[in-house]
């Protein structure tokens, strides 16, 4: 008898799904070439150079001793601060593991098969993976110069729109759209439209506009945040939304009872009051961003111009780029996944490890 396949009865759109493929680990790639894990340069996920808040730090080491606890699946003091911090109430925030958890709770609860998510053409892949989970239609709207045309996304607005997200600073883009084509947009969104502004990038541009006014004013919008980029905290898994309570209320239903643990919860309060860290942040971004600026410029390199911590360069074939850099232990990102073979995306990491990137950088694309 033929071996049945179980794919068969597995829902269609899941069997069909191109799995998310994170930047390369910097473990298996110490392993794969006999290196030492201390010799890799990883600027691939768009992390932090720095690592982890100090404060932050301190507060997981202290919460470890309380790890045979339940988590407060409430998650009452980071909310109340995260509130506080964006005078809020406590019932507009809401905690996720990881910033992507939160993506797929707004997919939980408004799409369905029937139901359209709008979004950018080189916006972040993860939109579509989610709202190919749920079995909804995923319409993808040019983004000329990789910036999201919002005019173009509220015209294809349809009934059947659940969901748009909008991705500020995007990534794998690093572009920004500015307050004006966001007030012009929120003025054409109809009422059974959630809107996300998806914000992972919120604390690295000099003026970024300003969405929370759209939460406050009870719009039914979703801001998300994250501890993954500036506060250094990708490996604890920890987000948040601010939303409308109404919209909150909702997502709030579609989460699992502890979905962020103690440990997380505990360095994220104490890394959201680092503003010492935040600013060194910031300020080794800025000068790693300037240091490639003009190196591309220099070699004649086309990039765009980046709003958060990475760049979008053009480089010819940049599968090839990214498996010769890795042969000498620096990770990047290849593009071919977004549809663009042509460009890698660079993570901004210290002086140090900018300067390791761009000399093997240069040795590849050396002409033989
Ligand atoms: C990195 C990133 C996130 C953050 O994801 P977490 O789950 O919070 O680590 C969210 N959105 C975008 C566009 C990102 O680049």
């Not at 010799?39 to 404060?55: Q, T």
């Amino acid at each position: 008898m033929r071996a049945m396949m179980i794919e068969q009865f597995a829902n269609s759109f899941v069997c069909d799904l191109v799995a998310y493929e994170p930047g390369k680990p910097i473990d298996e790639t110490a392993r794969e070439l006999g290196l030492e894990a201390s010799e890799i340069v990883k600027l691939a996920s768009n992390e932090n150079p720095l690592g982890p808040s100090p404060l932050a730090q301190a507060a997981m080491m202290a919460a470890i001793n309380e790890a045979h606890i339940y988590p407060d699946g409430g998650g009452y003091r980071l909310r109340h601060a995260i509130a506080e911090e964006f005078s809020l109430s406590m019932d507009h925030v809401i905690l996720g593991n990881g910033s992507n958890e939160i993506i797929e709770l707004l997919c939980h609860t408004f799409l369905n098969r029937q139901a359209e998510l709008i979004a950018a053409e080189h916006a972040f892949v993860v939109y579509q993976l989610m709202a190919t989970l749920f079995g909804a239609r995923y319409v993808k709207v040019p983004d000329p110069g990789f910036v999201h045309d919002l005019d173009a996304m509220a015209d294809a607005i349809t009934p059947q729109t659940r969901l748009v997200f909008i991705a500020n600073p995007n990534n794998p883009t690093g572009t920004m759209v500015g307050q004006a084509a966001i007030d012009r947009f929120m003025a054409r969104v109809p009422e059974q439209v959630v809107v996300v502004f998806d914000e992972a990038y919120y604390e690295f541009p000099e003026n970024p506009p300003d969405t929370l006014q759209y939460v406050r004013a009870g719009r039914n919008v979703c801001v998300l945040r994250t501890f993954s980029k500036i506060h250094g905290l990708a490996a604890l898994r920890v987000g948040y939304g601010l939303a409308s309570p109404a919209v909150a209320k909702l997502l709030q239903k579609a989460r699992q009872p502890f979905n962020v643990n103690a440990i997380a919860q505990a360095g994220a309060l104490a890394a959201l009051k680092d503003t010492n860290h935040i600013a060194k942040t910031r300020n080794v971004n800025l000068e790693g961003m300037k240091f490639y600026e003009d190196a591309f410029r220099q070699r004649g390199l086309e990039f765009v111009p980046s709003y958060a911590n990475f760049l979008l360069v053009r480089v010819g074939q940049g599968d090839q780029l990214f498996r010769n850099m890795l042969k000498q232990g620096v990770i990047i990102r290849a593009m071919s996944s977004y549809g663009l073979p042509d460009w890698v995306r660079i993570s901004i990491g210290t002086a140090a490890q900018n300067a390791r990137c761009l000399e093997v950088l240069d040795s590849v694309l050396a002409p033989a």
